[in-house]
């Protein structure tokens, strides 16, 4: 065992730690710490580099009025809220180079290293904050948090928890408290030291809440109040809760999961420390009026606070507590006028329009309760949808509230005012306001027929035939800022738009009476519209989702005819692969021998690929190539096998209907068709299953035919042999 202590180690580095580098000495009792000096920034992870930055964008990064009259309102960079602490003695500045010195050496075995953390970290005892927030030697205290135990670990924190605040808000000593954090997380699976971290992280906790708003608005103390309030909540650091991204957002949004669905997918690592999150976030939002309204419009607090509401879905009662608070109202009035105050309604319309504060209206929408999502919808976007909607950034907050409507009345409501408004929409470039629409009324089942009536008039004419809409909704953007609509034409090169590729994907999931127009016009493209369509990514997921929708078989057909000599072509790309599977699966018995001729011409090239030797076996190319007449016969087999069990089902469907005589349900008729679906994909695996136990089979009987066949041809030869040693011994008694 090595034990080290303050004058242990002898000086290896030859350039002692300098105070006068990193420190501009104030006064006599201590110094402060000045920003940026030159070579001495710190390298951001990149994880924790974007966890602040994670909003998406919305109009870029300018400042609005309330932003910058914050900013002039109250300054958390400013000298009179920075901290003055004392200068590190040299003696400690060379002890603590020495043991860095020794962790970089690997000299020692765990045993070893830890004896050194530990024993280091004693001599951090009183001096916690100046070492903490040191350039240099910060560095080597993360390294003595990730290698000492959960006792010596909780017994820094403890020590610091008063002056933790501090800690946090620098920027050398976020570090320090965010690995502190994560070292603390992996020994939360021990049960013998859960209330030691529980009681540790209470002493943190108190000690934030003292002023919580100068913790909140800094950018680094916001990043370790987020891992905080993840280790409380007992999930991981880095998890959806501390970072969210624009594209991850959009598809969660456009996704048709229900919220209670979504939040069953994110399990807890552990189960954490439920209480201490109730305390921890309710008694931030314990602040005067003043600092409420600069919690609503900062970036930093913003993201705390939407950290806070994502871990607290489900606890209903908190939300109810928490959420009028956030807005800016009055608890006490909240029994007799509802949550939302009457007075403030308008004030909250205008904060809307803030950066920070849309963002985190966002939030509060997607995790507000049935009752309180309502009456926000009711209080205070009812009516102003589409001036909202207009807003480079209200108009997020609006697709959050369409994406998370609760029900077919919320729906239709939203539908009826905005439903006139749709073309003026696109006119606006604010067509994820119309795509958010399209599939929350596709989820809910409410205003379908309505909202695929005012889509097609607002890219068409009454005069025009349908076969100009799914090209225009392809190219959305090339269309609607067409000077001449009139005389708009396919131009070929151009990119799908991705919104546009959105709202026809959740249209093919409506009933196919909802969306004739829509199929007639996919089907009437031109077979190079069809190809370029496919080549693209967000267009190839167009056409796989018109395969997956209620259309019949002959216009599947139809439309994977049009690809016809492409096949090769599209396998060799990457997203193309699984549009030839998609038409592979729609097409009848001579479609997909034409599919899996042409992937044969071009099958050795496609098996380097990285997708081509799954797609080969799911096709069973080589089946084809060896036996296409049992591979034809397979597949009619298949074919023939589904639609008998489709039929069964659609008659024994019937049959349960005329008994109870049940009202129309559309959400049935969605859960139908993805239990089809998975039937198929079952009748699939069942039949490939059996030709593999054939060609077994048929191996076996081969090699049993062959063994009999090698066995007569020994007994023949044992025969001729006898046949000519008699004929021999005849011969030589003769001569004889």
């Known amino acids: 065992m090595v034990s080290v202590g303050s004058k242990a180690l002898p000086l290896r580095r030859r350039n002692d730690h300098s105070i006068g580098e990193n420190h501009i000495v104030c006064e006599e009792e201590g110094v402060i710490y000045k920003g940026n000096r030159k070579g001495m920034g710190r390298k951001a992870n990149k994880k924790q580099s974007s966890s602040d930055g994670d909003h998406h964008s919305k109009g870029g990064s300018e400042q609005t009025e309330k932003d910058q009259k914050f900013v002039k309102k109250k300054d958390f960079s400013d000298p009179e809220t920075s901290f003055v602490r004392k200068q590190i003695d040299p003696e400690t500045a060379k002890y603590f180079s020495e043991i860095a010195n020794v962790l970089e050496t690997n000299e020692f075995d765990l045993d070893e290293r830890s004896v050194i953390c530990i024993n280091a970290l004693e001599e951090t005892t009183g001096k916690e904050v100046e070492l ?3 350039f240099v030697i910060s560095h080597t205290i993360q390294a003595l948090l990730e290698g000492c135990g959960p006792d010596h670990l ?89 970072t969210s991204k624009s594209s991850s957002i959009l598809a969660k949004r456009l996704n048709l999961k229900s919220e209670r ?87 909250i319309r205008e904060l809307v329009k803030e950066n920070a504060f849309s963002h985190l209206m966002e939030v509060i929408l997607e995790v507000a309760p049935d009752t309180l999502y309502d009456e926000i919808f009711q209080k205070i976007f009812k009516g102003s949808l589409f001036e909202d909607s207009n807003h480079y950034s209200a108009n997020f907050t609006v697709q959050a509230l369409i994406s998370h409507a609760r029900n077919q009345s919320q729906v239709d409501a939203m539908g009826e005012e905005l439903g006139p408004k749709v073309k003026d929409l696109l006119k606006l470039g604010k067509a994820g306001v119309v795509a958010s629409l399209i599939t929350t009324s596709q989820r809910l089942h409410a205003y379908e027929h309505k909202c695929s009536k005012v889509l097609a008039a607002a890219v068409s004419s009454a005069n025009e035939p349908p076969k100009c809409i799914v090209p225009r909704l392809l190219l959305l953007e090339s269309y609607v800022f067409s000077n001449d609509k009139s005389n708009w034409s396919w131009t070929s090169g151009q990119r799908i738009n991705v919104m546009g590729s959105l709202i026809l994907q959740s249209l093919f999931k409506y009933p196919s009476e909802y969306i004739q127009p829509y199929i007639t016009s996919i089907i009437s493209m031109e077979n190079s519209q069809v190809l370029e369509t496919a080549k693209d990514g967000a267009g190839a997921r167009v056409i796989e989702a018109f395969l997956g929708s209620s259309a019949s078989d002959k216009q599947k057909k139809k439309l994977v005819g049009k690809l016809k000599g492409h096949f090769g072509e599209l396998a060799m790309n990457p997203s193309g692969s699984f549009t030839v599977e998609k038409c592979f699966n729609a097409g009848n018995i001579s479609l997909r021998e034409a599919i899996v001729s042409e992937l044969g011409a071009v099958q050795k090239e496609l098996s380097k690929t990285r997708q081509g030797p799954l797609l080969l076996r799911n096709l069973d190319v080589d089946g084809y190539s060896r036996r296409p007449e049992q591979w034809v016969s397979r597949q009619k087999s298949k074919l023939s096998f589904y639609k008998d069990f489709v039929a069964e089902s659609v008659e024994a469907e019937n049959k349960s209907s005329k008994r109870k005589n049940p009202p129309v349900d559309n959400s049935k008729k969605a859960a139908q068709q993805t239990n089809m679906k998975k039937l198929r994909e079952e009748i699939d695996t069942v039949l490939s299953s059996k030709k593999h136990k054939n060609e077994k089979k048929e191996g076996k009987s081969r090699d049993h035919k062959n063994v009999e066949g090698e066995q007569s041809a020994e007994k023949k030869k044992r025969k001729h042999q006898q046949k000519d040693d008699s004929s021999k011994s005849s011969k030589k008694k003769l001569k004889s």
């Not at 021990?190 to 030691?196: M, P, Q, T, V």
């Not at 309710?282 to 919690?295: P, Q």
């Not at 939300?319 to 403030?344: K, Q, W």
């Open 261 to 347: 669905e979504r939040n069953n997918d994110t399990p807890n690592v552990h189960e954490g420390f439920p209480d201490l999150l109730e305390f921890l976030v309710s008694e931030m939002l314990k602040c005067s009026k003043a600092d409420i309204t600069i919690l609503q419009v900062d970036q930093y607090s913003s993201l705390v606070l939407q950290t806070a509401l994502k871990l607290l879905v489900g606890q209903d009662q908190v939300l109810f507590r928490v959420i009028p608070v956030i807005l800016g109202c009055n608890l006490e009035n909240a029994e007799e006028n509802g949550f939302i105050d009457t007075t403030e309604v308008q004030n």
């Open 154 to 242: 909780c017994g820094f924190l403890c020590s610091s928890a008063k002056s933790f605040a501090q800690i946090a808000t620098d920027r050398c000593g976020s570090h320090v408290a965010e690995t502190a954090l994560k070292s603390l997380a992996t020994h939360l699976f021990d049960e013998s030291f859960y209330n030691l971290i529980k009681d540790t992280l209470t002493l943190i906790c108190q000690a934030i809440v003292q002023k919580p708003v100068d913790v909140m608005c800094n950018c680094h103390g916001s990043h370790v109040l987020r891992s905080l309030l993840c280790l409380c909540k007992g999930v991981p650091l880095d998890s959806e809760f501390h």
């Open 132 to 134: 903490a927030n040191d």
